[in-house]
């Protein structure tokens, strides 16, 4: 079994900043692109930022400039520095990642989702 577990979420007043962390779990064998979403009460979700494993970034224009994006492999997570965060910003934050591990008895590649931890700015 592979998880995804996130964590740093929070409330927090617009102009302030989070850290999210999310951690890979399980029988990993390596990991490509990890990334975060973002969903919004009735809203689509939607691709905030992502990082290959060489470190290739790419951000959503709304939040170019605010947030950073990195990773640490040997530790198997991925973060997300938020900082001038506004009220737009708020949302269930989702983790994901490409992963390769022993899933169902085989070695897998698979499409793995945190559960989400919800950042709420306030104005």
């Known amino acids: 079994q592979v998880q995804l577990a996130e964590s740093g979420g929070g409330s927090v007043q617009a102009g302030g900043s989070l850290r999210l962390s999310c951690v890979a779990s399980?029988?990993?064998?390596?990991?490509?692109?990890m990334g975060w979403y973002r969903q919004a009460p009735g809203k689509q979700r939607e691709l905030v930022a992502a990082v290959s494993r060489s470190g290739t970034t790419n951000y959503a224009d709304s939040v170019k400039g605010r947030f950073t994006i990195s990773r640490d492999n040997a530790k198997n997570t991925v973060y997300l520095q938020m900082n001038s965060l506004k009220p737009e910003d708020t949302a269930v934050y989702y983790c994901?990642?490409?992963?390769?591990?022993?899933?169902?008895?085989?070695?897998?590649?698979?499409?793995?989702w945190g559960e989400g931890t919800l950042v709420t700015v306030s104005s």
């Open positions: 994901n990642a490409d992963v390769r591990g022993f899933i169902s008895y085989s070695r897998k590649t698979v499409d793995a």
């Open positions: 399980g029988i990993i064998f390596s990991i490509n692109d």
